[in-house]
């Protein structure tokens, strides 16, 4: 596992989406015939990320004309065009910004669907006909989860319906009038193993609130408890932190990363 910490959350994003935009450009130097995978969270800690991906596409530094994209989830019953929504969302906060995004390429799961079993399984057969996801970026919640995959969910899961944990509905009542029972109760979401099958994997974590979770991701024991810890057996996990969010590391750790990565903080 790689562990880059930067000094803030502007520059976290700035370095996660300079990783992302690489990544795109040189694949489509080398093999522009096939489209580049992205799999994209949700969340505050993305915006910014989204931002600087945006500024690089209006500016004509990175095209995104060959990438499909994969969301990690939706919210089980709401429609697209509730402010709430992923769709919404990502619409609002990435995709109409893009100057060369074909809708046809976006894929997000539908919370509106009367038939979540029957989505779920279409969306993992359509990420396989692509030959799987070349890089998946996420987001986790304070207690760990990896899109919507709380505590205690398999290690080796797929998409599929999820119930939302009374802690995560507190959380993210702050989007919903900061009252938990308007947070939908369950969510569509891509499984842990659905994740982690990606060829690379480029975690956000920011933030004081979020320091347990990074402790648990990066010297925790790989437990079910805490679903991102099943990031340490990924080959080609990234994770992306500020300062802050580093309260929780044991001082031996934290240095080991600063030093293995000084030529990237120069
Ligand atoms: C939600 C989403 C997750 C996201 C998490 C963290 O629960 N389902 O995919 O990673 O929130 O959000 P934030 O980045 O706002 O802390």
């Given at each position: ?164 944990t009374t802690d995560t509905r507190i959380v993210n009542s702050r989007f ?11 969510a569509l979401s891509v499984g842990i193993g659905t994740v982690t099958d ?66 990237e903080r120069l």
């Open positions: 596992m790689r562990v880059v910490i930067q000094d803030n959350y502007d520059k976290m994003c700035q370095w996660a989406a300079n990783y992302i935009a690489d990544k795109i450009c040189k694949h489509n130097e080398e093999e522009s015939s096939r489209p580049f995978i992205l799999g994209l969270p949700t969340g505050s800690s993305p915006i910014g990320v989204y931002k600087e991906l945006i500024k690089k596409n209006k500016a004509g530094e990175l095209s995104f004309a060959n990438v499909v994209t994969f969301n990690m989830d939706e919210y089980l019953g709401l429609p697209h065009e509730h402010d709430q929504s992923y769709w919404y969302f990502m619409h609002d906060n990435f995709f109409n910004h893009l100057v060369d995004m074909k809708p046809e390429n976006i894929n997000i799961l539908n919370g509106m669907t009367d038939d979540p079993e029957a989505e779920c399984a279409a969306y993992e057969e359509k990420i396989e006909s692509y030959g799987g996801i070349d890089l998946f970026m996420g987001g986790i919640g304070v207690d760990g989860h990896l899109a919507f995959n709380e505590p205690f969910t398999s290690l080796t899961s797929r998409t599929g319906l999820r119930d939302l919903f009038d900061n009252d938990p029972n308007k947070v939908p109760a369950q990606s060829k690379e994997v480029l975690v956000l974590i920011s933030g004081h609130n979020k320091a347990r979770a990074l402790a648990a991701t990066v010297e925790g024991n790989v437990s079910h408890k805490w679903t991102c810890s099943a990031l340490q057996m990924h080959n080609g996990a990234i994770i992306a932190c500020d300062e802050e969010a580093c309260g929780e590391l044991t001082v031996d750790t934290y240095k080991y990363f600063l030093d293995i990565e000084k030529k």
